[in-house]
């Protein structure tokens, strides 16, 4: 009994603080959000869109799983190389700290 009274009392206090920070949210919700005109956002997704397609020109065709695995090995020696493929791309951070791809 004194446990289910305890999960009562911190389901009804859970649900008093979740009120009070939606009420206080609110008010001041429109000066957090961000708003972009859509002719600047259509400008933005085309430029994403055009980097998107000649890094994948630029890739080798279709690496397998294990090649892939075979330069993140590689890659992980380096500091730099580790932190740009997790920016950038595996292929593209072995490029441009090892060269080519070798296979």
């Known amino acids: 009994m004194k446990t289910f009274t305890l999960l009562v009392l911190c389901a009804v206090v859970s649900v008093c603080l979740c009120a009070g920070a939606g009420s206080s949210s ?3 919700s429109p000066s957090n959000e961000v708003f972009v005109k859509r002719d600047l ?3 933005l ?3 994403r ?3 998107a397609g000649t890094a994948a020109a630029a890739a080798p065709a279709a690496l397998t799983l294990t090649q892939l695995e075979s330069l ?3 890659c ?3 500091l730099a190389c580790e932190h740009m493929a997790e920016t950038a791309g595996i ?3 072995y490029t441009a700290y090892y060269g080519p791809v070798p296979f």
């Open 45 to 47: 997704m085309k430029q």
């Open 76 to 78: 992980e020696v380096n």
């Open 26 to 28: 609110s008010s001041d």
């Open 72 to 74: 993140r090995e590689v």
């Open 41 to 43: 956002a259509s400008a």
């Open 49 to 51: 869109q055009k980097r």
């Open 91 to 93: 292929v593209a951070a």
